[in-house]
């Protein structure tokens, strides 16, 4: 079964960090684009970053962009968003989801499989 | 960046009728490549968002035959020949053609 699990989350301090990984099971992770997603509760959907699947292109929002890294190792599938520098307004339900195809220039397109999410407090 | 913006809000629907949702891209999502650039997705109550349609009129795997996609450049529509129960849920627009990619607002379906 093709799969994406979820861990991490947690509440975090405003300034500090959170770690969130995304286990992918039933597909050759290495040859596919990863994103995360991430949604406000009660509000929309808002796409966070993504990653090739060589890990070689990396894309971020400009909400995140040099506070939020994006990474995988390929030999675990596994794929990761190190949250650093967090403020309140990053509290929402993170999804880590699958590309269904390769777009140049992009982390890919058609968000086929979802993980089951996970929750980011970020509060003093 | 891409804005994405839709409409109606709330749908309420009638089973067994159809129903059409609306999505506007501030610029086109047609590539030089002849595709629309253009995805739905629906987020059921409690689950996590599913994809129904890529490249503007692509029925993902598993999506029933009711649901269709269509547009080009800048208008899109999803519609649904006949609502259902299980279709209730909030469904979105995405604009897969740039970086960053952009969701529309939503679109609240209920049944009434």
């Known amino acids: 079964e093709v799969q994406l699990l979820q861990s991490g989350g947690g509440l975090g301090q405003p300034g500090g960090s959170l770690r969130l990984s995304c286990v992918a099971s039933g597909f050759i992770f290495k040859t596919y684009d990863?994103?995360?997603?991430?949604?406000?509760?009660?509000?929309?959907?808002?796409?966070?970053?993504?990653?090739?699947?060589?890990?070689?292109?990396?894309?971020?929002a400009a909400p995140v962009q040099g506070r939020f890294n994006i990474s995988r190792d390929n030999t675990k599938n596994t794929f990761f968003l190190q949250m650093n520098n967090l403020r309140a307004d990053d509290t929402a339900v993170y999804y880590c989801a699958k590309s269904k195809f390769h777009f140049s220039e992009t982390s890919g397109y058609a968000f086929d499989v979802w993980g089951q999410g996970a929750v980011v407090t970020v509060s003093s | 960046d891409i804005l994405m913006t839709q409409s109606p809000l709330s749908l309420p629907v009638t089973p067994g009728e159809p129903a059409s949702i609306s999505c506007k891209s501030s610029q086109s999502l047609l590539h030089d490549n002849g595709y629309n650039?253009?995805?739905?997705?629906?987020?059921?109550?409690?689950?996590?968002?599913?994809?129904l349609i890529f490249l503007g009129f692509n029925r993902a795997s598993g999506v029933p035959d009711r649901f269709s996609g269509s547009g080009s450049g800048t208008d899109?529509?999803?519609?649904?020949?006949?609502?259902?129960?299980?279709?209730?849920?909030?469904?979105?627009?995405?604009?897969?053609?740039?970086?960053?990619?952009?969701?529309?607002?939503?679109?609240?379906?209920?049944?009434?």
């Open chain 2, 37 to 51: 650039y253009l995805e739905w997705y629906v987020q059921r109550p409690g689950q996590s968002p599913q994809l």
């Open chain 2, 76 to 112: 899109f529509t999803l519609k649904i020949s006949r609502v259902e129960a299980e279709d209730v849920g909030i469904y979105f627009c995405m604009q897969a053609l740039q970086i960053p990619r952009a969701f529309g607002q939503g679109t609240k379906l209920e049944i009434k």
């Open chain 1, 34 to 60: 990863m994103n995360w997603v991430r949604q406000i509760p009660g509000k929309g959907l808002e796409w966070v970053s993504g990653i090739t699947g060589s890990g070689g292109g990396t894309y971020y």
